[in-house]
């Protein structure tokens, strides 16, 4: 059974960085795109950023130049570093697991918060 498995979020002034992690198991791994979202209070989910298994990233323009996304295969991990954090970016993040078909899997998310 797949598990995916967030870590990292925290409280945090504007300006600061974080770095989120996402252990994932049991699955193979290094074949999947892998994914970070966000969902903030009273809002929809949304899609942050995402790696392909040949190491190709891409990110939402909110977060494009301060958000970095990478994985380590042999660890079976996702990074998403997070740098000039402001308040909107508060949210809930959760990483995925992008399967060719059907719905991605999921993590239970960790809490980001930004604030002075």
């Known amino acids: 059974q797949v598990q995916l498995v967030e870590s990292g979020g925290g409280l945090v002034q504007p300006g600061g960085s974080l770095r989120l992690s996402c252990a994932v198991s049991g699955t193979v791994f290094d074949i999947y795109t892998m994914a970070w979202h966000r969902q903030a209070p009273g809002k929809a989910r949304e899609w942050v950023a995402s790696?392909?298994?040949?190491?190709?990233?891409n990110y939402a323009n909110s977060v494009k130049g301060r958000f970095t996304i990478s994985r380590d295969n042999a660890k079976m991990m996702v990074y998403l570093q997070m740098n000039s954090l402001q308040p909107e970016d508060t949210a809930v993040y959760y990483c995925?697991?992008?399967?060719?078909?059907?719905?991605?899997?999921w993590g239970q998310g960790t809490q980001v918060t930004v604030s002075s």
């Open positions: 790696v392909d298994n040949t190491g190709y990233t």
């Open positions: 995925s697991i992008r399967w060719p078909t059907g719905p991605d899997s």
